[in-house]
């Protein structure tokens, strides 16, 4: 990003290459709807391009990146369901995509682990999704997911231990 800002047009193309799937696929987790999607990725991008020229590298690229996106999505989230407490808002929301291995060695047993895991994390508050989503795929720190979600780090430390507790009780055959 600090080459982008200096001027070297090259140097978005390789942050947009790295990111963009990645930056897509936490979009698409946290909003399902494709045009919602689509459109909050292009702001994300939009934002990054009108900030190069004020960008302050505080925390590494991936963390204000993801920063970004998190607040675009809760804006969202708020525009959508205005009337919505934050409760029944915290409680819905999508899970992980599908993936389990295509490759005809995949079992049946690996899919349904998978589905019941993705089934697991949909139920999962939304501000537990995201700290799972962020420390797990993107392999962000405690002081990183905080970053991002505007959260203080025992907050984080505890939606992650809580989300741990309610997967592993859904695993052990009670509902979280």
Request: with cysteine; hydrophobic share 40%; net charge positive.
């Given at each position: ?8 047009a090259?140097a978005?193309d390789?942050l947009?290459q790295?990111?963009r799937k990645?930056?897509f696929?936490?979009l698409?987790r946290g909003?399902?709807?494709a045009?919602?999607?689509e459109?909050?990725f ?15 590298p505080?925390?590494r690229?991936?963390t204000?990146?993801?920063q ?10 708020r ?5 919505d407490?934050l409760?029944?808002m915290l409680?819905e929301g999508?899970?992980l995509?599908?993936t389990a291995d ?8 690996g899919?349904?682990q998978?589905?019941?895991?993705r089934d ?8 537990q999704?995201?700290?799972?989503q962020?420390?797990l795929?993107r392999?962000?720190?405690?002081e990183?997911i ?5 959260s203080g780090?025992e907050?984080v430390?505890s939606?992650?231990?809580?989300a741990?507790?309610?997967?592993r ?5 009670g509902?979280p």
């Open positions: 990003m600090l080459a982008y800002a200096a001027g070297d090259a978005f390789r947009y790295r990111f990645p930056l696929g936490f698409h909003l399902q709807d045009s919602m999607v459109e909050c292009q702001d994300v991008w939009t934002r990054v391009i009108k900030s190069r020229r004020s960008y302050q505080s925390a690229f991936s204000w990146l993801f970004i996106a998190h607040n675009r999505m809760v804006d969202v989230w525009r959508q369901r205005p009337n407490s409760d029944e409680d999508p899970g995509p599908d295509p490759s005809p060695e995949a079992s049946a047993d899919f349904q998978q589905r019941r895991l697991a994390l949909a139920r999962l508050p939304l501000e999704r995201v700290a799972i962020l420390r795929e392999e962000l720190s405690l990183e905080a970053e991002v979600t505007g780090r907050t430390k939606r992650l231990r809580y741990m507790d309610k997967l009780q859904h695993f052990a055959g509902s």
